[in-house]
């Protein structure tokens, strides 16, 4: 059974870090693409950073770029988000996916997803 859980959220002051971890369950992370993605109260999920099985080369939404890192640790079968330099505008519920990985992975139809980990930053 295929199965992603999110964790690492919580209430962080702006300018600090966190790092959110999806572990993966029945697959293994090697063989996907894996995206994160999240999405405000009110407004539509939207891509945040995601990895390919391929050279390992990643992908970032320009609201990120610079203060986010993508990884993928094989041996624990975990894909993890480093966040620095957070905003309030960061504040999401943050949730994982994979996809098959057909095709650059900001494109990959992604349709296995955790719950979710929220992220609050304060101003």
């Known amino acids: 059974q295929v199965q992603l859980v999110e964790s690492g959220g919580g209430l962080v002051q702006a300018g600090g870090s966190l790092r959110l971890s999806c572990v993966a369950s029945?697959?293994?992370?090697?063989?996907?693409?894996i995206g994160w993605f999240r999405q405000a109260p009110g407004a539509e999920r939207e891509g945040v950073s995601c990895i390919s099985t391929k050279d390992d080369s990643s992908w970032y939404a320009d609201s990120v770029k610079g203060r986010f890192t993508i990884s993928r640790d094989n041996a624990k079968n975990t894909v993890y988000l480093q966040m620095g330099s957070l905003k309030p505008e960061d504040t999401a519920v943050y949730s994982c996916?994979?996809?098959?990985?057909?095709?650059?992975?900001?494109?990959?139809?992604?349709?296995?997803w955790g719950q979710g980990t929220q992220v609050t930053i304060s101003a």
């Open positions: 996916a994979a996809g098959p990985p057909i095709t650059t992975c900001e494109a990959v139809p992604y349709a296995s």
């Open positions: 029945g697959f293994t992370v090697d063989h996907f693409a």
